[in-house]
């Protein structure tokens, strides 16, 4: 809940304001059933027109100006709670953009997207709700119990004396819900995950004519979510028919007793008629308080998640010259006898800090002067891509040094390390946006530079030929185009920039040998000042980089040209001789 206050101060003075409006609209409220109890035994009884027809307007008119003033309230309650989810948001975007690889991992993707959507809107529902209820159900409560108190304190002592138990419930319930909400919402992270799964991989299960059994994948998850929410609906629902069932004994005593008094002559009709609107606003009260402490509860759950990734601080430190490592070699990019295990880093927050986790990599050592290229291939998990990820900082080598420009690359600013690199990754992803937008990318790149780079990325063809060109609107992940013209908007999107280190993650797989080796050709030629690594399954894009790195099962097993590994690795040389049709 301290998160949910701490946006709410960002908008005190409006919050304010709407809360001043709503406890103005309650206390005019309050005035209505006195009104009402002064027409039936004073006004009507002294059998004058004038005086009926101007209190009658008066109630009608205070009827009026307590809907305007719950009107306007409320209009600004939503605005606010909106404003105030809008500021959760975009925090919680903001601060999942800052996570370090270990951290996203730790979290999960579908559980940051619920925590997006449902715990954000439960926020916003929560915000809303301390803005109007948390004024309006207590003043009903006590305001309507004061003035029971002040017309006849002996009937309202019927109601009084109800109370403390029905609170008690409510705090008492409402503190069991809290725990119940949370595993609700992980459970929800679950259905979004299969969910996030199947969207992603439709046409392979359609392929593979497995749509009934995800059918029963998802209803399985699903109806786990669903118990877990009816399970924690239940609960906070007991206080409920509780409640209604003491409100309604104690108005059918209040009717009991009320009645005897009229009829013994101690009591006006208006008054017990006054009363009973009392009893009702004491009753909307009470079920107020609970709606509240329900909304609480769930919102408590969703706020504590939210918070978790808003405040957490990145693992990923930046250093001071005086801590980082010094190279001890020459080199724009260097790798001196790196190790990596996912999950071992000592800020990991995954569970696994401490455990014994395979390596990644193990002992990587090697050199790459400026606008040299380094090219990795090696066997499916096998660590090339873990490279990446160490060399640009999304995580940190368990142990060993990685250095860019002769830093260590962790006393760089995030950015800093960043804006050297033009990167394709492995998974890449074209949004749904003009080409245009999608090779520029939010960057200053020239109209000359956007050319030069699609040209060189072997594009241009393809391009031309759409009707709109580069203002071509691409679907959502590129859908309306192909694994190839895809490939080749990654790879102009990566040249644009002309950066220092150019790193091309399996970005030829969909190309064929031809388009692939014009485009390693046109980037020789054209991005000689970039330091290029390239990883690859094919020995053809990698056979002419300055050194190869072969990896398998995280270790180096071989370094050197073409030529060299020709002669000295053999994993190399029987790859080369496989895909080059030597051998079968």
């Known amino acids: 809940m301290k998160l949910i206050f701490r946006y709410m101060g960002r908008y005190k003075k409006l919050i304010g304001l709407t809360m001043l409006i709503k406890l103005l609209g309650t206390v005019v409220e309050l005035l209505l059933p006195t009104i009402f109890e002064h027409i039936i035994d004073n006004v009507v009884p002294a059998g004058k027109l004038v005086p009926v027809l101007l209190w009658g ?19 600004r309650g939503i605005v606010n709670a909106h404003h105030i989810s809008y500021d959760v948001r975009q925090d919680l975007f903001k601060n999942t953009v800052n996570l370090s690889g270990a951290q996203f991992d730790a979290y999960g993707l579908p559980s940051i997207i619920s925590r997006m959507t449902s715990d954000s809107y439960n926020v916003q529902s929560a915000v809303q709700q301390l ?82 059994y995800e059918k029963r994948r998802f209803a399985g998850v699903n109806e786990d979510m669903t118990k877990s929410d009816i399970t924690a609906t239940t609960v906070m629902a007991i206080p409920g028919p509780f409640m209604q069932l003491c409100l309604n004994t104690g108005l059918a005593l209040v009717v009991i007793v ?51 990734v808003i405040e957490a601080d990145t693992d990923l430190r930046v250093l001071s010259p005086e801590e980082a490592k010094k190279p001890a070699g020459e080199g724009f990019v260097r790798f001196e006898n790196v190790d990596f295990s996912y999950g071992e880093d000592s800020h990991d927050t995954s569970g696994f800090a401490g455990e014994s986790r395979e390596k990644a990599l193990s002992g990587i050592t090697f050199t790459i002067k400026k606008g040299e290229s380094l090219g990795i291939i090696g066997p499916t998990g096998c660590g090339k891509t873990t490279v990446i990820n160490l060399l640009m900082r999304f995580y940190d080598a368990t142990d060993g040094g990685v250095f860019v420009d002769g830093r260590d690359v962790r006393t760089y600013e995030k950015d800093e390390l960043r804006r050297k690199f033009g990167t394709v990754f492995q998974n890449d992803v074209v949004f749904q946006d003009t080409l245009r937008e999608n090779i520029t990318f939010g960057r200053k790149v020239t109209e000359e530079g956007v050319l030069e780079a699609v040209r060189d990325a072997q594009a241009a063809e393809f391009i031309a030929g759409l009707p709109d060109g580069l203002d071509h609107e691409a679907a ?43 485009m390693r050709r046109a980037i020789a030629e054209n991005h000689q000042d970039s330091t290029i690594i390239m990883i690859a399954q094919r020995v053809s894009s990698v056979m002419n980089m300055t050194n190869i790195l072969v990896l398998d099962n995280g270790k180096a097993i071989g370094y050197g040209t073409h030529e060299e590994l020709m002669k000295t690795c053999k994993p190399y040389q029987e790859t080369f001789k496989v895909q080059m049709g030597e051998i079968e």
Request: a positive charge; glycine letters at 8%; charged letters at 20%.
């Open 57 to 75: 307007l008066g109630m009608f008119a205070t009827a009026i100006l307590c809907r305007e003033l719950n009107v306007r309230a409320n209009r």
């Open 131 to 212: 803005q109007l209820m948390c004024i309006r159900a207590p003043m009903m409560l006590v305001g309507g119990i004061l003035v029971s108190l002040w017309m006849d304190a002996g009937l309202a002592l019927i109601m009084v004396v109800m109370l403390p138990l029905l609170i008690v419930i409510i705090i008492g319930v409402s503190a069991k819900g809290l725990p119940l909400y949370a595993k609700v919402q992980k459970k929800l992270d679950v259905v979004v995950r299969v969910m996030r799964e199947n969207i992603t991989g439709i046409r392979v299960v359609k392929a593979l004519s497995k749509a009934d």
């Open 476 to 518: 959502i992940k590129g859908a309306n185009l192909s694994g190839g013209q895809k490939q080749r908007i990654f790879v102009s999107r990566a040249l644009a920039a002309r950066p220092e280190i150019l790193v091309l993650d399996d970005s030829s797989s969909a190309l064929d040998y031809k388009t692939d080796a014009a």
């Open 258 to 308: 009320g009645a005897g008094r009229v009829n013994r002559g101690q009591m006006e009709p208006g008054v017990i008629l006054a009363f009973l609107t009392y009893f009702n606003m004491i009753t909307m009260g009470v079920m107020g308080l609970s709606r509240i402490f329900m909304t609480m509860s769930r919102a408590s759950a969703s706020a504590n998640r939210i918070a978790a």
